[in-house]
C-alpha cells in the first residue's frame, strides 16, 4: 500500500482535509438527488423514445459514478479519522 500524502500533514490541515471532503461528498448527494429527481420527470412523461432511454440511462450512470465516488471518499475519511484519534492517543 502506497504512503498516503495526508499522512505527512498535522491535525488542524487533517480536518480541514476531512472538512473539504466532508463538501465534495455533499456535492455527491446533490447530484444523485438531481438525477433522480429529472428520472422521475421523465418516467412520468413516458419513456418512449430511444433519446429518453439514453437520457435515463445516463442519468443511472451519473448517479451511480457520483455514489461510488462519494463511497470511496467515505473510506478513505475512516481512515483519516483512524490516524486522527492513533495521534491523540499519543500511540506510535
Same mark, same amino acid.
Given at each position: 500500500?502506497?504512503?498516503?500524502?495526508?499522512?505527512?500533514?498535522?491535525?488542524?490541515?487533517?480536518?480541514?482535509?476531512?472538512?473539504?471532503?466532508? *463538501?465534495?461528498? /455533499? =456535492?455527491?448527494? +446533490?447530484?444523485?438527488?438531481? &438525477? #433522480?429527481?429529472?428520472?422521475?420527470?421523465?418516467?412520468?412523461?413516458?419513456?418512449?423514445?430511444?433519446?429518453?432511454? *439514453?437520457?435515463? /440511462? =445516463?442519468?443511472? +450512470?451519473?448517479?451511480?459514478? &457520483? #455514489?461510488?465516488?462519494?463511497?470511496?471518499?467515505?473510506?478513505?475519511?475512516?481512515?483519516?479519522?483512524?490516524?486522527?484519534?492513533?495521534?491523540?492517543?499519543?500511540?506510535?
Amino acid at each position: 500500500m502506497s504512503h498516503p500524502d495526508w499522512l505527512d500533514k498535522d491535525d488542524d490541515a487533517l480536518a480541514e482535509i476531512l472538512v473539504e471532503r466532508w *463538501l465534495y461528498r /455533499g =456535492a455527491m448527494l +446533490a447530484v444523485m438527488f438531481i &438525477a #433522480a429527481i429529472i428520472t422521475t420527470y421523465l418516467a412520468t412523461q413516458g419513456v418512449t423514445t430511444p433519446a429518453d432511454m *439514453l437520457t435515463v /440511462g =445516463a442519468l443511472a +450512470a451519473l448517479a451511480l459514478a &457520483a #455514489a461510488v465516488v462519494a463511497f470511496v471518499m467515505r473510506l478513505g475519511d475512516l481512515q483519516i479519522h483512524k490516524e486522527l484519534r492513533r495521534r491523540r492517543r499519543g500511540t506510535p
